[in-house]
């Protein structure tokens, strides 16, 4: 079976390692052996082993009826988009690791798929080489699934983990993440949250088998993170995690990126370093997790290939996926129900008389302030009250 | 859709629950509803909502064609087998949670599905509601499994996790997990590591393609675990978790189930209470865990009816799975290398005559003995050196 690869960046150079490095177990599992008949990329490969499967024409890969899968691991909406939708229209299958291009494009690459009886898979577009999409599609299929909470993004999780455990600054850590390669030269995506917010995108599409736009969801980052909220954090046997939540509540799906602060017995407060999970409440599974490596070489690429072996053993028929291109409206944010844990150097008297009996938390080393767990009240609850105080110095919400 | 379910008891009546509570959302997902016509048991179930769909010989659904998927929840080999054979034989899909079954005639089963054009699913037999079997034999396909070592008995988890946390002895969370109704009057299955060693037959046979037979895994419960085990575990900062393990080596698989000391590092480390926990480690993918729910009524019938789903999808075709009916020979269980946690009253220079420079644990209200920790040596090679030692109180193996 012959396949082409579209961008030889990490994740696509990645695929043609495991296609070769596991090539006899793949061969095995689907009758055949995958071949990597062309990269597309435009680069110059001179000397390259790879040199002579180059072209920097993606027509060649539409046009040549050979090819059976195109896998996408470019990045980014365009010309990726372009280029897939060609792919499709050509009556091959496609598998991709971006993310920006299935949060935006999913639900219509999908019923393109459908249309010409082949398939548009995107596992490794969410959790790296956790599978998450597949179990999500085909084995969580008896429940209601009620909560999805990720930590999927591991640059991020990395600097938490890094600040939490040794007690560094923002800025420090995010250099050390830059110099191990962990953080990008321009780190926005990660550390402002907008990456995370393009896989929650996904998920909830997924499950609610409507598209979510992610621009409707509310983000935030860890920059406002600082080496006393974690201080604050290890007082309490908690840790600060940048957390991808979608609920499903009565009112519909309710979707946020944020810093939270998780309490020891949640299953995600042990996911450190560049690991990724996902938390998943089905009404009937109860409480799981899928945990694994979030991102990476090999490990992304892993997912990848996976896609293509359930290609290959489904050539000739369309896996029906539930993501229709209606948008689906989220509930007000505003409506969310959380408690927060607020920093103040605000008198005790005062944030009584706004929040009623609290919760008091105090750290030896940090004076002149206190810290706070208010009761569980929605967010416009908490903005209204909040601007009652005048010396806040940070919120983080509580899981 | 029609189907019927062998077994009214625990994980049976669970079926027709989750099939009842999320009828609209599974209709949904392939089409049209599922209604079971038939529920095989010989019990008196006068009065009872389910009293008309009673019957309480097989022939009658293997004998009606408006059946297509059959469940089977009665637990043990026979009659089990026989009358899962029957129905596949009939044509009709088979599910089934019973872990004893598959072990034992997996292999056969499949075969018997495959020239019949059908399929016979088995998610619920290893980690209750956690996707397991589907997730490695459709997820983690372009990797080589190299490693799964599983919390797979919730029983067992909930009593090491009580002993560890409350201090108890063996004894008395026994009682206590037996009046929560987490341990059954004859607990033996559990505590001795059956069960334990069933699933990971199961989980071996899925990875090798052939069949594992359990009787050749060495097993050990959690019998001779004790108060002051934990003692020390927790000196250590580690804790003692009944594990099946499953490595891949350049001699063949190695398999077994016993105790481990487990470091605060490994994912596993924090799989508490009733939970399982399944860790893989492909030779592409790295580390990844599947989490949840092990047990229990509704999470083990959310697998089956997710298979039945499944099932439902793909109705008019079998989908294959690699488990021949050849015996796996596993490697020689002596030459599985590990490191080991010893106590005994024996001296420091004995120790040191027979261990060579070893690593002491002291715990200080536990006297007179000491605990120290092996290199790593083959299982053989400690048989031999330990008898050199005559007062050894305990060996756990260290992961």
């Known amino acids: 079976m012959k396949a082409a690869v579209m961008g030889y960046g990490t994740i696509g150079s990645g695929v043609?390692?495991?296609l070769q490095v596991n090539r006899e177990s793949i061969a095995k599992r689907?009758?055949?052996?995958?071949?990597?008949?062309?990269?597309?990329?435009?680069?110059?490969?001179?000397?390259?082993?790879?040199q002579d499967k180059i072209v920097d024409n993606y027509k060649i890969?539409?046009?040549?009826?050979?090819?059976?899968?195109?896998?996408?691991?470019?990045?980014?909406?365009?010309?990726a988009y372009t280029f897939v939708k060609e792919m499709l229209e050509a009556g091959k299958h496609v598998t991709t690791s971006n993310k920006a291009l299935v949060a935006v494009k999913g639900a219509e690459l999908l019923q393109?798929?459908?249309?010409?009886?082949?398939?548009?898979?995107?596992?490794?577009?969410?959790?790296?080489?956790?599978?998450?999409?597949?179990?999500?599609?085909?084995c969580l299929t008896?429940?209601?699934?009620?909560?999805?909470?990720?930590?999927?993004?591991?640059?991020?999780?990395?600097?938490?983990?890094?600040?939490?455990?040794?007690?560094?600054?923002?800025?420090?850590?995010?250099?050390d993440a830059q110099e191990k390669g962990f953080a990008e030269k321009d780190p926005t995506a990660d550390i402002e949250g907008y990456d995370a917010c393009r896989k929650i995108a996904i998920l909830t599409s997924i499950v609610s088998g409507q598209q979510v736009d992610y621009e409707d969801i509310p983000t935030e980052g860890i920059t406002q993170i600082t080496a006393e909220d974690m201080k604050y954090a290890k007082a309490?046997?908690?840790?600060?995690?940048?957390?991808?939540?979608?609920?499903?509540t009565k009112d519909g799906y309710t979707v946020r990126v944020a810093p939270y602060l998780l309490k020891s017995s949640h299953p995600l407060y042990a996911v450190n370093d560049v690991f990724n999970a996902i938390f998943?409440?089905?009404?009937?599974?109860?409480?799981?997790?899928?945990?694994?490596?979030?991102?990476?070489?090999?490990?992304?690429?892993?997912?990848?290939?996976?896609?293509?072996?359930?290609?290959?053993?489904?050539?000739?028929?369309?896996?029906?996926?539930?993501?229709k291109p209606e948008k689906l409206i989220l509930s007000d944010p505003g409506k969310m129900q959380n408690r927060y844990f607020v920093r103040t150097t605000d008198q005790k008297e005062s944030i009584e008389a706004v929040f009623g009996n609290v919760e008091y938390v105090e750290v030896p080393d940090i004076s002149e302030e206190i810290g706070f767990f208010t009761d569980a009240m929605t967010e416009e609850t908490y903005e209204e009250k909040s601007k009652q105080l005048s010396k806040i110095v940070q919120m983080i919400r509580v899981i």
Chains 1, 2 share one sequence.
């Open 142 to 175: 008896a429940d209601v699934i009620e909560e999805i909470t990720g930590i999927v993004n591991g640059t991020t999780n990395y600097m938490m983990t890094k600040m939490s455990q040794d007690g560094l600054a923002f800025d420090e850590v995010l250099k």
């Open 112 to 138: 393109l798929a459908r249309e010409k009886n082949v398939n548009f898979m995107f596992e490794a577009s969410v959790g790296g080489g956790i599978p998450i999409i597949r179990p999500l599609l085909s």
């Open 236 to 248: 309490m046997g908690r840790v600060i995690k940048l957390l991808a939540v979608s609920k499903k």
């Open 280 to 323: 998943v409440h089905g009404n009937v599974l109860g409480d799981a997790m899928f945990y694994g490596s979030g991102a990476g070489k090999l490990p992304t690429a892993s997912a990848v290939v996976a896609d293509m072996v359930e290609i290959a053993k489904n050539v000739g028929k369309n896996l029906p996926v539930e993501w």
């Open 16 to 18: 043609v390692e495991v």
């Open 61 to 79: 890969i539409a046009d040549d009826p050979e090819i059976k899968i195109v896998v996408e691991t470019m990045g980014g909406v365009e010309p």
């Open 30 to 50: 689907i009758g055949e052996e995958i071949e990597v008949k062309y990269i597309l990329d435009i680069r110059d490969f001179t000397g390259s082993p790879i």
